[in-house]
């Protein structure tokens, strides 16, 4: 079954970076789009950023515009998430998503402190 891993998150204070990883194993991920969520508390969750396959077709969540980053490694089975200027607003789980399918990762926590 595929399986997707975050990883990165932790305490971060205002103004720095984060740099979020996910690895799928099972995966086709050559082939598969690949997307970003979070959920802040008392929030829905929200789309942050998606990126295709090869070429690489990025979009962006409107809060996260111009300060972030989405990548992937087909090599590795990867996919990041760069995250510049943090404000404790993108406090929150983020999770991995293949496309729109049923499989995500189960979150990784970025608390973000002033």
């Known amino acids: 079954q595929v399986q997707l891993v975050e990883s990165g998150g932790g305490l971060v204070p205002p103004g720095d970076s984060l740099r979020l990883s996910c690895k799928a194993y099972r995966l086709a991920f050559s082939g598969s789009e690949m997307r970003w969520y979070r959920q802040s508390p008392g929030k829905e969750r929200e789309l942050v950023a998606t990126?295709?396959?090869?070429?690489?077709?990025?979009t962006y969540g409107d809060s996260v515009k111009g300060r972030s980053y989405i990548s992937r490694d087909d090599a590795e089975n990867t996919v990041y998430l760069r995250l510049d200027s943090v404000t404790p607003e993108d406090t929150g789980v983020y999770y991995c998503?293949?496309?729109?399918?049923?499989?995500w990762g189960r979150g990784t926590q970025v608390s973000v402190f002033s």
């Open positions: 990126i295709s396959k090869r070429p690489s077709i990025r």
């Open positions: 998503r293949v496309g729109n399918s049923d499989f």
